[in-house]
């Protein structure tokens, strides 16, 4: 009698377990798997052109194949000393969501001191939740005029004469056919 009334507690348990309704977790499983957010930008790469203490803007856009969701931009390392970057209608450094195949315009504002004297080149960075993705936009901020003109001075670079030279160039040859 035990074991009927255990077997038979089993079988409800089962069947209201079966019957439930799918939780948050199964959402879009109807469909198939959630496809992954594959995020492209309009351009490859930035490249601006700027003399020391001058300021310019680059226009680009982000796009993305599903929506996503706490989607944020930042510029690391040097380059994000001179550039800021902000999507349109979002604070600067605040989160923001993508919808689906719907360009965000993206805002690289750059402003070079007046005591620069190299050019910076570097990445923005897609953030989603705080995670970096693989999605960077690659710019170079190429500094131009008499502060580049003076910092590059007397640092040509001589071309290699590699004609005529045999091994590794100290004339011992590669190591192949040694006579004894």
């Given at each position: 009698?035990?074991v009927s009334l255990l077997l038979?507690?089993?079988?409800?348990?089962?069947?209201?377990?079966?019957g439930a309704a799918p939780g948050?977790?199964?959402?879009?499983?109807?469909?198939?798997?959630?496809?992954?957010?594959?995020?492209?930008?309009?351009?490859?790469?930035?490249?601006?052109?700027?003399?020391?203490?001058?300021?310019?803007?680059?226009?680009?856009?982000?796009?993305?194949?599903?929506?996503?969701?706490?989607?944020?931009?930042?510029?690391?390392?040097?380059?994000?000393?001179?550039?800021?970057?902000?999507?349109?209608?979002?604070?600067?450094?605040?989160?923001?969501?993508?919808?689906?195949?719907?360009?965000?315009?993206?805002?690289?504002?750059?402003?070079?001191?007046?005591?620069?004297?190299?050019?910076?080149?570097?990445?923005?960075?897609?953030?989603?939740?705080?995670?970096?993705?693989?999605?960077?936009?690659?710019?170079?901020?190429?500094?131009?005029?008499?502060?580049?003109?003076?910092?590059?001075?007397?640092?040509?670079?001589?071309?290699?004469?590699?004609?005529?030279?045999?091994?590794?160039?100290?004339?011992q040859g590669n190591g192949k056919?040694?006579?004894?």
């Open positions: 009698m035990l038979a507690a089993l079988l409800a348990v089962t069947a209201s377990v079966v948050p977790q199964a959402k879009g499983t109807a469909k198939g798997p959630k496809a992954k957010a594959r995020m492209t930008w309009s351009v490859k790469r930035v490249e601006h052109s700027l003399n020391a203490g001058e300021s310019g803007n680059a226009t680009v856009t982000l796009t993305s194949n599903v929506d996503v969701a706490k989607v944020s931009l930042r510029v690391p390392g040097g380059l994000g000393r001179i550039t800021k970057v902000s999507a349109a209608g979002v604070a600067q450094g605040s989160t923001f969501n993508l919808t689906a195949n719907t360009p965000v315009t993206v805002t690289l504002a750059f402003a070079v001191p007046a005591n620069a004297v190299e050019s910076q080149g570097g990445v923005v960075q897609v953030l989603v939740g705080g995670r970096n993705t693989p999605e960077s936009l690659k710019v170079f901020v190429k500094l131009t005029g008499a502060a580049d003109a003076d910092a590059n001075a007397g640092q040509s670079k001589q071309p290699e004469n590699k004609a005529g030279r045999q091994g590794n160039g100290r004339g056919n040694k006579s004894k």
